[in-house]
T-cell receptor, first 108, second 113 residues
Framework: KNEVEQSPQNLTAQEGEFITINCSYS?????LHWLQQHPGGGIVSLFM???GKKKHGRLIATINIQEKHSSLHITASHPRDSAVYIC??????????FGTGTRLTIIP | EAQVTQNPRYLITVTGKKLTVTCSQN?????MSWYRQDPGLGLRQIYY???????DKGDVPEGYKVSRKEKRNFPLILESPSPNQTSLYFC????????????FGQGTRLTVV
């Protein structure tokens, strides 16, 4: 069964802390997305990964295909990073399966 | 500006009254998809389309229809809405599936009474 699991479900941290959100999946995938959803509800794509590592500003995403695991890191976290972060995987058949999300709160 | 546009943003309707939520993208993307988001269940895929006239079921297709007559448009049709279809709906596109980042519409909050 195609499954995507995220951890933690909720994360509260102080401004400036290094943040890690984890995503694991059950079987081989063709690609994995990291998404950000702000309280207003809109969804923004942060990264699409099929291997290795990508970096945009303070955000870094990595994927380990052998271990079926991906991580999203935020360096020097800021209150504006507070959002729900969602990973989603393409299990090769073009369908997309989502994790349940990680609610991140950064306290000033 | 590259975007995916959904309409309407908010909709309250009654059980059984057919409705259509429109989705349009201006990026010439092949792949388009519909999702619903419910508290505690997260995002789930309803239908997707790999290209014009090619559609396929996602994980929760029951009660929904879609069509892809043009590359830019991918409407979601609820022929006979029921209260359990009350949800937040998102349309997204990418080119092609899993090869590029996805662009999401603003969301449509549907309430069926």
């Amino acid at each position: 069964k195609n499954e995507v699991e995220q951890s933690p479900q909720n994360l509260t941290a102080q401004e400036g802390e290094f943040i890690t959100i984890n995503c694991s999946y059950s079987v081989g995938i063709s690609a994995l997305h990291w998404l950000q959803q702000h309280p207003g509800g809109g969804i923004v794509s942060l990264f699409m990964l099929s291997s290795g590592k990508k970096k945009h500003g303070r955000l870094i995403a990595t994927i380990n295909i052998q271990e079926k695991h991906s991580s999203l890191h935020i360096t020097a976290s800021h209150p504006r990073d507070s959002a729900v972060y969602i990973c989603a995987a393409h299990f090769g058949n073009e369908k997309l399966t989502f994790g349940t999300g990680t609610r991140l709160t950064i306290i000033p | 500006e590259a975007q995916v546009t959904q309409n309407p943003r908010y909709l309250i309707t009654v059980t059984g009254k057919k409705l259509t939520v429109t989705c349009s993208q201006n990026m010439n993307h092949e792949y388009m998809s519909w999702y619903r988001q419910d508290p505690g269940l997260g995002l789930r895929q309803i239908y997707y389309s790999m290209n014009v006239e090619v559609t396929d079921k996602g994980d929760v297709p029951e009660g929904y229809k879609v069509s892809r007559k043009e590359k830019r448009n991918f409407p979601l049709i609820l022929e006979s809405p029921s209260p359990n279809q009350t949800s937040l709906y998102f349309c997204a596109s990418s080119s092609p599936a899993g090869r590029t980042e996805a662009f999401f519409g603003q969301g449509t909050r549907l309430t069926v009474v």
